[in-house]
């Protein structure tokens, strides 16, 4: 401390002193921040094991959601959640891949492409009740009922942009060089980027799939009023069908205490999954940028 | 673009034959792809186009019948068919504000921290970790919010603040109690929780975009840490700052599920920031499968017109922000 500090002959001392006890002051408080941020983090992991680790037992993935006041699982939530997520990110991950190469490889500076890339980035933020909204209004009206096909494809609207800003952003870092060569070859166009570019941003692509994944597994909102629920293990995509984060959303405000324990468990099974998901997409795209 | 061998004269052996219809196949389908991932970057303008329109169509009834009156009514009487949008704006705006006054702050010291102190080993693990908040879907925010950080804030924080300010004028009604525990404050401080690592991945992006030369020259006229943030850091990177902040308000406008669990669902206006509310999206989650009649139904969309032209402008301003940045960055 002695050391930084200036001779203590120079008139402005005290404003020195003044100056670096500030300095400190902001420092420890900027410090604290990422404590209380850190702290949140630990605290919504922690208390989740520790509601929900003790309802994990086989029967939460064998038996169907129960009635009020019995013994059950989650079997159908969890398969429910499975289905549609996969036909969701099924159905738009090839738009957002191919939106995506349109952007990196065709439009790139293009009028076209600057909106596309300014309108997905508003479609990656924007609320998701609203994509709930918009396919009860298109597709549950016209069908007459809920059912799960409705909510894929909310999911499937909420993968799209997700996939095309990382394949755009991970086509953009394939050097221009593989393509130059390639097309010297006289490769087609088209041949270039399924052969060269895709395979030079396999990873980072698969990553993005991942994330988005990661992100619509816990999607609630858009599934309130597409696929709604159903009490039993329906796989039915012409029919209501449940999802993990729906049956945790009413379970928890059900005034029923092995409810509530019940959607506590799910709570902890959708956090780790999604956790496990993202932190995999980090490895593997920290391992392609290598 | 036509090839040289497509039109050579007839007669040819066999094997330029199968050249040429081997180079018009490779025509085709350069095309075909080509045109498919055009007709993809166009889907993605008509999801949103078709969101737009969905949403206009499907409030056209609330919006005849009840005109500009929707905007500014309070009443949301699902008997008397009264619908005002009023008290849900009035929510999602008070708690937006709420998550910003103390996210922005909380993100920005975070970024600081990331930047500035943090030894280089910890640097990427804290930021993995920050970001992972991110990744917790919102529904786990909003069990935790109900079950745990409401209680606690019933218990101590809230009877805390009543005793505060219950004297004090002004502030005594905007701590009125009692003390609920969930509310319009308690939603606004899980929105912060849930804002705050959008706002501190931006800030931390940006603080790293400032030239190392600026700072050093600061410390060499004898800066402290605290002055090099405050006269270069912040200033550089003012407009990118001000995209991230408008990005986490664009997220925290729009949040349903954890908002939806915390705020009590209240069609009401409360001068008291303890009371419950409602905010857009928590009245949309809440009510829309349990909307008889067709104008309940319209009211309720029309909400989400609402939340979402609100969210578009507020994003529209973040991304032309950010874009300005990396146009500076590219130069």
Same mark, same amino acid.
């Given at each position: 401390?002695?050391?930084?500090?200036?001779?203590?002959?120079?008139?402005?001392?005290?404003?020195?002193?003044?100056?670096?006890?500030?300095?400190?002051?902001?420092?420890?408080?900027?410090?604290?921040?990422?404590?209380?941020?850190?702290?949140?983090?630990?605290?919504?992991?922690?208390?989740?094991?520790?509601?929900?680790?003790?309802?994990?037992?086989?029967?939460?993935?064998?038996?169907?959601?129960?009635?009020?006041?019995?013994?059950?699982?989650?079997?159908?939530?969890?398969?429910?959640?499975?289905?549609?997520?996969?036909?969701?990110?099924?159905?738009?991950?090839?738009?957002?891949?191919?939106?995506?190469?349109?952007?990196?490889?065709?439009?790139?500076?293009?009028?076209?492409?600057?909106?596309?890339?300014?309108?997905?980035?508003?479609?990656?933020?924007?609320?998701?009740?609203?994509?709930?909204?918009?396919?009860?209004?298109?597709?549950?009206?016209?069908?007459?009922?809920?059912?799960?096909?409705?909510?894929?494809?909310?999911?499937?609207?909420?993968?799209?942009?997700?996939?095309?800003?990382?394949?755009?952003?991970?086509?953009?870092?394939?050097?221009?060089?593989?393509?130059?060569?390639?097309?010297?070859?006289?490769?087609?166009?088209?041949?270039?980027?399924?052969?060269?570019?895709?395979?030079?941003?396999?990873?980072?692509?698969?990553?993005?799939?991942?994330?988005?994944?990661?992100?619509?597994?816990?999607?609630?909102?858009?599934?309130?009023?597409?696929?709604?629920?159903?009490?039993?293990?329906?796989?039915?995509?012409?029919?209501?069908?449940?999802?993990?984060?729906?049956?945790?959303?009413?379970?928890?405000?059900?005034?029923?205490?092995?409810?509530?324990?019940?959607?506590?468990?799910?709570?902890?099974?959708?956090?780790?999954?999604?956790?496990?998901?993202?932190?995999?997409?980090?490895?593997?795209?920290?391992?392609?940028?290598? | 673009?036509?090839?040289?061998?497509?039109?050579?004269?007839?007669?040819?052996?066999?094997?330029?034959?199968?050249?040429?219809?081997?180079?018009?196949?490779?025509?085709?389908?350069?095309?075909?792809?080509?045109?498919?991932?055009?007709?993809?970057?166009?889907?993605?303008?008509?999801?949103?186009?078709?969101?737009?329109?969905?949403?206009?169509?499907?409030?056209?009834?609330?919006?005849?019948?009840?005109?500009?009156?929707?905007?500014?009514?309070?009443?949301?009487?699902?008997?008397?068919?009264?619908?005002?949008?009023?008290?849900?704006?009035?929510?999602?705006?008070?708690?937006?504000? #709420?998550?910003?006054?103390?996210?922005? %702050?909380?993100?920005?010291? &975070?970024?600081?921290?990331?930047? $500035?102190?943090? =030894? /280089? *080993?910890?640097?990427?693990?804290?930021?993995?970790?920050?970001?992972?908040?991110?990744?917790?879907?919102?529904?786990?925010?909003?069990?935790?919010?109900?079950?745990?950080?409401?209680?606690?804030?019933?218990?101590?924080?809230?009877?805390?603040?009543?005793?505060?300010?219950?004297?004090?004028?002004?502030?005594?009604?905007?701590?009125?109690?009692?003390?609920?525990?969930?509310?319009?404050?308690?939603?606004?401080? #899980?929105?912060?929780?849930?804002?705050? %690592?959008?706002?501190?991945? &931006?800030?931390?992006?940006?603080? $790293?975009?400032? =030239? /190392? *030369?600026?700072?050093?020259?600061?410390?060499?006229?004898?800066?402290?840490?605290?002055?090099?943030?405050?006269?270069?850091?912040?200033?550089?990177?003012?407009?990118?700052?001000?995209?991230?902040?408008?990005?986490?308000?664009?997220?925290?406008?729009?949040?349903?599920?954890?908002?939806?669990?915390?705020?009590?669902?209240?069609?009401?206006?409360?001068?008291?920031?303890?009371?419950?509310?409602?905010?857009?999206?928590?009245?949309?989650?809440?009510?829309?499968?349990?909307?008889?009649?067709?104008?309940?139904?319209?009211?309720?969309?029309?909400?989400?017109?609402?939340?979402?032209?609100?969210?578009?402008?507020?994003?529209?301003?973040?991304?032309?922000?950010?874009?300005?940045?990396?146009?500076?960055?590219?130069?």
């Amino acid at each position: 401390m002695t050391v930084l500090e200036p001779s203590k002959h120079t008139a402005d001392a005290p404003l020195y002193r003044r100056r670096r006890g500030k300095s400190v002051l902001m420092m420890s408080l900027s410090f604290a921040a990422a404590f209380v941020g850190l702290a949140f983090l630990v605290v919504i992991l922690l208390t989740l094991l520790i509601k929900g680790f003790g309802g994990l037992s086989l029967a939460v993935f064998t038996e169907n959601t129960p009635p009020p006041g019995s013994q059950g699982g989650l079997l159908n939530a969890i398969v429910g959640s499975l289905i549609m997520t996969a036909i969701g990110v099924a159905l738009g991950t090839p738009v957002g891949i191919l939106a995506g190469t349109y952007m990196a490889e065709y439009g790139k500076h293009g009028k076209l492409a600057s909106i596309v890339r300014f309108i997905n980035d508003i479609l990656l933020s924007a609320p998701s009740i609203v994509v709930g909204l918009f396919v009860y209004e298109v597709v549950v009206i016209h069908m007459g009922h809920f059912s799960g096909i409705a909510g894929a494809l909310a999911l499937a609207i909420i993968v799209v942009p997700v996939v095309v800003r990382t394949t755009e952003d991970m086509l953009n870092l394939v050097p221009s060089q593989l393509r130059e060569a390639a097309s010297s070859l006289g490769l087609p166009r088209s041949t270039v980027i399924q052969r060269i570019s895709y395979k030079a941003a396999q990873a980072g692509m698969i990553t993005g799939v991942l994330l988005a994944i990661a992100r619509v597994s816990g999607e609630t909102a858009p599934l309130l009023f597409t696929a709604l629920n159903n009490q039993f293990g329906s796989t039915d995509l012409n029919a209501p069908m449940s999802s993990l984060p729906v049956v945790i959303f009413q379970f928890a405000l059900s005034p029923y205490a092995d409810w509530q324990a019940l959607a506590w468990t799910g709570a902890l099974i959708v956090t780790f999954a999604v956790l496990a998901l993202s932190i995999g997409a980090r490895v593997l795209s920290a391992g392609a940028q290598k | 673009m036509t090839d040289l061998s497509l039109q050579a004269p007839s007669g040819l052996s066999a094997a330029a034959e199968a050249r040429a219809s081997k180079l018009r196949s490779f025509r085709i389908k350069d095309g075909a792809f080509r045109n498919i991932t055009l007709a993809s970057a166009l889907l993605v303008l008509a999801i949103l186009g078709g969101v737009i329109l969905a949403l206009v169509i499907g409030s056209a009834l609330a919006f005849s019948t009840f005109g500009f009156d929707f905007f500014v009514t309070q009443a949301w009487n699902p008997v008397t068919e009264k619908f005002g949008a009023l008290s849900p704006i009035y929510g999602t705006l008070v708690t937006s504000l #709420i998550a910003m006054l103390i996210a922005v %702050p909380l993100g920005l010291g &975070i970024a600081i921290f990331l930047t $500035e102190l943090c =030894p /280089p *080993v910890l640097r990427r693990p804290i930021g993995v970790a920050i970001e992972l908040l991110a990744g917790i879907p919102s529904i786990i925010y909003g069990i935790w919010g109900l079950f745990v950080f409401a209680p606690l804030l019933q218990e101590t924080v809230q009877p805390f603040l009543i005793s505060v300010f219950g004297h004090v004028p002004v502030l005594s009604t905007l701590f009125a109690g009692p003390p609920y525990g969930i509310g319009i404050m308690t939603a606004g401080f #899980i929105l912060a929780i849930m804002v705050l %690592p959008f706002i501190t991945s &931006i800030s931390r992006d940006v603080f $790293e975009t400032v =030239p /190392p *030369v600026l700072k050093e020259a600061a410390y060499g006229v004898g800066c402290t840490r605290w002055e090099v943030v405050r006269q270069i850091v912040i200033p550089f990177t003012r407009v990118g700052l001000v995209g991230g902040v408008m990005l986490g308000l664009g997220r925290a406008l729009g949040e349903t599920m954890a908002v939806t669990f915390v705020i009590g669902n209240a069609h009401k206006i409360s001068g008291s920031i303890l009371a419950p509310g409602t905010t857009i999206s928590a009245s949309i989650a809440n009510e829309f499968t349990e909307a008889v009649g067709d104008l309940y139904t319209s009211s309720l969309i029309a909400l989400g017109l609402i939340l979402f032209i609100i969210t578009f402008i507020v994003l529209s301003i973040a991304r032309l922000m950010l874009m300005r940045l990396d146009k500076k960055a590219g130069v």
